[in-house]
């Protein structure tokens, strides 16, 4: 899937636009071009397959290699811990968990 990036004080800056490379309730994996510094807070925006609208959610960038870094989402609201467990369950249909 591909996410924006925005930085979490100025959300209305230019967003930067990474793919994700692993999802789960609690973080995303992603690839980014451009440098981002462990520590940053951010706001990542995605849509899910089939769902219910953009989710914008609060993340903080945990580690990095290269240019695949980890993203801890924070303060989360339940909608949106829902609707990503709602599109994890449909793939373990599709894939092994």
Same mark, same amino acid.
């Given at each position: 899937?591909r996410?924006k &990036?925005?930085?979490?004080?100025?959300p209305d800056?230019?967003?930067?636009?990474v793919?994700?490379?692993? &999802?789960?309730? +609690?973080?995303?994996?992603?690839?980014a +071009?451009?440098? =981002?510094v462990?520590g940053?807070?951010l706001?990542?925006?995605?849509?899910l397959?089939?769902g219910k609208? &953009? &989710?914008k959610?609060?993340?903080i960038?945990?580690?990095r290699? +290269?240019? #695949?870094? +980890?993203l801890?989402?924070?303060?989360?609201?339940?909608?949106?811990?829902?609707?990503?467990? #709602?599109? =994890?369950?449909? =793939?373990?249909?599709?894939?092994e968990?």
């Open positions: 899937m996410a &990036l925005r930085p979490w004080e100025t800056e230019a967003a930067s636009v793919r994700t490379f692993e &999802l789960s309730e +609690g973080g995303m994996s992603i690839y +071009g451009e440098t =981002l462990v940053t807070r706001i990542a925006e995605f849509s397959p089939n609208g &953009l &989710l959610i609060n993340a960038v945990r580690n290699r +290269g240019f #695949r870094c +980890g801890e989402f924070v303060d989360m609201a339940e909608y949106e811990r829902t609707e990503i467990c #709602r599109y =994890l369950s449909t =793939l373990a249909d599709v894939i968990i």
